[in-house]
Every structure is written in C-alpha cells, then in structure tokens.
C-alpha cells in the first residue's frame, strides 16, 4: 500500500484546522483541491477516512492512525534531508529564517550579520511572523528557521512536528511614567497600579491576555484606555504620563526612551524565546548554523 505523502500532509493540517476551507486556505490551495487530494487518500488507504459533521469533518479511527504516523514519517524525510546535505563540503544554500520584530532586532540582525561573514555560500531570509503563523510556516515548508516565543500564564505553544530550543528567558516589566510615585518600589507590586490607566498591545493578544490575567491576579481589572501595535507608541504614551504598562524586556531596551522600568513583585512574569526548526532537520548544516549564530546572538542576562 502506497500514501502520497503530499496528501499525508493535508491530512495531518486537516486535523489541526477541522475545516477543509480553513485547511485550504492554510495551505494556500482551493477547499474542492483539498477535498479531491483526501478522496484519493482515501483510495490510498481504502477505508473511510472522513465523516461529515456539519461544516467540520470528524477523523475516524483508520484517519487518526495516518496522522499519528505522518509525523513520524515527515520527522524522517527531514531526517534523511538533512543527512544528505551534510554530505556537501561547506554550508551553502538558502535559510528562510521567521521571527518576531522585537527578536529580529535583538537576534535575527546580528545572527544574520555573523551568517554572512563566516558562511558566504548561506543565503539567509528574513520575514516577520508571529509564533503561531512561523509554526505553521514550518510545517508547511514556507521557513526553515524561526524565532518564537511563549508566555509562563499562557498554554504552551503547539509542537508537533516542529523542535524548540530554548534560546533565552526574560522577564516581563512594568513600565511607569519618569517621576512616578512608585519608582521607589522595587520590585513593584501590580496591586499598586490598580488605579493606574493601562496602556496595552492592540493586536498581540498573547501579551494582552497576560498582562489582564496578571492583573486579575493582582486583584483588579486593568482598566485599558490606550492601545497601539507599536511598542514605539506605547512607550512614548507611558513617557508622556498617560499611563503604565507591561513589556518584555527585550522590547524596552533598544527604545530610545526615558521610560523607567521596574520588576514585578510577587508574580513571575516571564517571556521564554526559542528556535524552532522542523523535527529531523537539526543535522541540516544551513539550519544549524543560522541556529548557532542566534544562540550566540543572546546577550547575557542583565
């Protein structure tokens, strides 16, 4: 019996999306391309694979199998990829790196810098995603490489099929307006700024959903007059005196603000940022060294 392992795919991004219109537009395909390719995985496997429930499509038991054994079988092709392209003398090729815009300053850069230096063969390219978005393009094959991150209040990202490598951990902080009454306390306690107007991420709603739930647990709700996707903004409404804030530290630094920035007291509020890759690429020369290059990217922690 033979699968298509093309058809294996959108069987697996099937399972993740529930839909065949939200797996056709994952996949950048139209939802009769994906229903005709899993028909003839069906063929493939000869047994029913699908059963309609409505507008989604439950998985039966035979599909659920597939699926548990295409990550396995995709792990290996990347494997065997990888091992080939060792097999070349020198690291050559092209990296498609993703990242997030505070890591692609602090990290992508310089890692990016230190690529072209040491490997004149290696293309590196960059764009901006954020984490969910890379995971995806990683196990669609559209990057290589990614930076992403996850908060410790928020569910783990998703890793099937992808390696994450932690790269750094770091704190979240309270950024206060100069000349605050508070600037005094450090660490700060949350429960101080109750009365504070918040200042919050209008689009990264990780971020935001942390700084509510961290203020829940502080013992208020943050009342959130401003927002802004530009942490450039966001700063500069706190330099005004408009308000208080949370941010990663790696998003404050290279700001060129007077915005002081103080330690939370009494949460651990944290930002863990990885590399991620797809499972069975790590001997890859080209991926490993873009992965090195963003380890020695890290700045030791302050």
Partial sequence: ????????????ELAAYGTIAATAQACSLTPSAVSQQLSLLEREAGTPLLVRDGRRVVLTEAARVLVASTERVLEELERARAEVSALREGVRGTVRLSSFPSAAVALAAPAIAAC??????LR???DEREPEESLR?????TCD???????????RLPDEGVLLQRLLEEPLM??????????GDSPLALADLA???WIAPRSDDALRTVLERACQQAGFEPRLDYASDDFTVIMSLVEAGLGVSLVPRLVAEPLSTDVPLCEVAGLRLTRRISVAARAGAARDPAVAAVTAALRDAVRPPI
């Fill in 1 to 12: 019996m033979f699968y298509e392992v093309r058809r294996l795919r959108l069987l697996r």
């Fill in 116 to 121: 072209r230096a040491a490997h004149p063969d």
């Fill in 124 to 126: 590196v390219q960059l």
């Fill in 137 to 141: 393009g990683l196990r669609q094959h």
């Fill in 145 to 155: 490489v990614a930076l992403v991150y996850e908060y410790n209040l928020l569910p």
């Fill in 174 to 183: 309270a950024a206060l307006p100069p000349g605050h009454e508070r600037l």
């Fill in 195 to 197: 009365d504070e107007p």
